[in-house]
């Protein structure tokens, strides 16, 4: 296949890229360091977060909206007035929650969308954040299929099935 490289001159931005999406309409989208880089085939954008965080992690969903994940922050980028503009969702958490790790991985499944932390899940449906725990930190949740797997340290494999963690016998 042919295979077209970017240095960093070209799409002007931090020199480590974390995460890699593409929307419905073709547009590549990368977690950065120096936000949220997107790009169409021809133009290069760089969308800075708040807090000016790294981007750890990127997803899309088939409704436009550009989900990310930073250190103590997750949301999503949706279009207002031809631009992105940044969404956050932690201002759905419950009172007295912070996030005190990174996003490593997002996942769109469905109405529900998955954030992953080294310390806990976090699901966003329907307007509303449930957390998952752990007493042992996370390792990387992976998608196979419509399944949902994700190693607690010294405990073994889980499945994330309705919410809920199950032990993976063996």
Known sequence: ????????????????NWSIAKDNKGVMYFGNAEGLLSFDGRY?????????QIVRSVATDDKGRIYTGCFGEFGYWAISNNKLKYNSLTS????????????WKIYVDKDRVLFQSFSKIFIYKNGRIEIISSPKSFLFLHQVNNRYFVEVLEKGLFELVNNKLILLPQ
């Open 44 to 52: 290069w954008q760089k969308y800075k977060m708040p807090n000016r």
């Open 92 to 103: 759905l958490l419950p009172k007295g929650t912070k996030i005190t790790d990174e996003i």
């Open 1 to 16: 296949p042919y295979i077209e490289n970017y240095p960093k001159s070209v799409y002007a931005s931090g020199n480590q």
